[in-house]
């Protein structure tokens, strides 16, 4: 059984472009309008595998 993580509390201010995730899901360590400048913040930040995904306009109880 695989446990729900609720992430909108991580990302709910951020409304566009790419977020990278720790990989423990509990904070975001880069965001931009490209991966690559996600994953260059997330780096930056000493984390070399973030989890990655596209901000939504709204994270309400379904998934855009």
Known sequence: LVKQIDLTKVVKKYTSGWLALSPDYKKVVGHGKTINRAVKQAKSQGV????????AKSYGPIAP
Do not use: H, I, Q, S
């Open 48 to 55: 070399e595998d973030p989890v990655l995904m596209r901000a």
